[in-house]
């Protein structure tokens, strides 16, 4: 009987020190404080767990995230830091939502039986602020290569992946890329009549519209040009190096030469820059033709403009040395006949040195075009014939950024290949520059 009891003692001794091993263990996987008796499942493990209370704000930041969460995944991707949506892009009476691309037509002007005709106006409204940047085209219709350009730009921008809204008009003047011809129907040079006027002439009115209804909309602008009849440039920018905002402009085009000059009253990048807006000329080969190196060149510098403006990333880097800034002078021929050159476009030349012959197809004489001082050749005529006096090769300058700073801003530059009364500021009525004038052979 002694034995009995005290065996049932031991039996209760042991179960009472597997209890708290079992409440113990209990504890630690609920992860909260230790429980008092029996009431611990009921009291302790439900209560500490705050699912149904924290599930409210759940709700919340999901819709946060739902309306920028295209806007977070686009930001992570293109690199640029996450931020709120912006608002549509306005043009045109159009609304262009961000990460989105529209074309938008833009009426110039009536043709005679009063129907309007429209020019296309691509938009690319990237999904994170920036600057507005408007590329133009065929502001002169004989000339291919800026519309060439224009196109391999818009359509390789991704606008989910942009800060800021590409504005490109690939062919603004629309009458003469119609006929091939690089004036407007009136035969007015459409680049000499900028910002325009409302009531003015044709070209006056078409300037007015495009100028107001696009330009002014933009933060920086660059107009794609070539050579003028039967003239060929090497890929350069056209700038006012003595504007502290153009010349910041000038830095995003990576090796591409720079020709410090101010622009001639009436070209549309004379009147953005008057206007307050930034803008460039990038020439490029010559009219009438398309010349897939110049294309590619000009398409490769608007695309480091645009990382350079914040735009896009920059996934690349030029092989080349940085722009050199250059003046310059048009060499002459001395007699009319056929052009035949000895040196090409980019070439190094010196004083004295040969740069061409001009030969009378009756009499066989010959005259040497020979460069006046030590240059490079940035302009030059295609082998043709030619009058006394033509522009026949344009030599370039090198100046130091530096030198170009501490100049004074230069004057408009009267291009001596076509110096003549009719390069003052356009009236509104009166073509600043006609056809029966020798051509400017830029711009």
């Not at 609920?30 to 493990?45: I, M, N």
């Not at 009236?427 to 400017?440: F, I, K, M, V």
Request: net charge negative; proline share 9%; with cysteine.
């Amino acid at each position: 009987m002694i034995r009995f009891a005290t065996d049932l003692l031991r039996a209760g001794l042991m179960l009472g020190c597997l209890v708290p091993l079992a409440t113990a263990t209990e504890t630690v996987d609920d992860d909260g404080p230790p429980p008092a008796g029996e009431q611990a499942p009921a009291v302790v493990a439900d209560p500490p767990a705050p699912a149904p209370v924290a599930e409210p704000a759940a709700p919340v930041d999901a819709a946060a995230a739902a309306a920028d969460g295209d806007t977070q995944a686009v930001g992570d991707e293109a690199g640029f830091p996450t931020v709120a949506p912006v608002p549509p892009f306005r043009l045109l009476g159009a609304k262009v939502p961000p990460g989105e691309t529209r074309t938008l037509a833009w009426f110039a002007s009536q043709h005679y039986s009063g129907i309007d005709s429209a020019a296309q106006v691509l938009v690319a409204h990237g999904s994170r602020p920036g600057k507005v940047l408007c590329i133009t085209a065929a502001v002169h219709g004989d000339e291919i290569n800026g519309v060439e350009i224009a196109r391999r730009v818009f359509h390789k921008t991704n606008p989910t992946q942009m800060a800021g809204t590409l504005v490109v008009v690939p062919i603004t003047n629309l009458h003469g890329f119609e006929r091939g011809y690089r004036y407007l129907a009136d035969r007015r040079d459409l680049n000499r009549y900028f910002p325009g006027s409302a009531s003015g002439s044709s070209a006056a009115r078409i300037a007015h519209s495009f100028f107001h209804n696009i330009v002014r909309h933009c933060d920086a602008l660059v107009d794609l040009h070539t050579g003028s009849f039967h003239r060929t440039n090497l890929p350069q920018l056209r700038a006012d190096l003595g504007n502290p905002e153009v010349l910041h402009l000038t830095h995003g085009f990576g090796a591409t030469a720079v020709l410090d000059d101010r622009g001639a009253p009436g070209t549309l990048r004379r009147a953005a820059c008057d206007a307050g807006i930034p803008a460039v000329t990038l020439e490029a080969g010559e009219p009438m033709r398309l010349q897939t190196n110049e294309v590619r060149h000009g398409a490769k510098a608007i695309r480091s403009l645009m990382a350079h403006l914040g735009i896009v990333k920059k996934s690349w880097r030029w092989r080349d040395p940085q722009p050199v800034y250059y003046e310059s002078v048009w060499v002459r021929a001395s007699r009319g006949g056929i052009l035949l050159a000895s040196v090409g476009l980019g070439d190094t030349v010196s004083a004295g040195q040969v740069l061409g012959v001009v030969t009378d197809p009756i009499s066989n004489a010959r005259a040497e075009v020979v460069a006046p001082h030590d240059g490079r050749v940035i302009g030059m005529a295609v082998n043709q014939m030619v009058r006394p006096g033509y522009a026949v090769f344009r030599l370039g300058m090198e100046r130091s950024e530096e030198e170009m700073i501490r100049a004074a801003p230069p004057p408009a530059m009267v291009d001596d290949a076509a110096a003549s009364p009719a390069d003052a500021a356009p009236d509104a009525q009166t073509p600043a520059w006609t056809p029966t004038d020798e051509p400017r052979p830029d711009e």
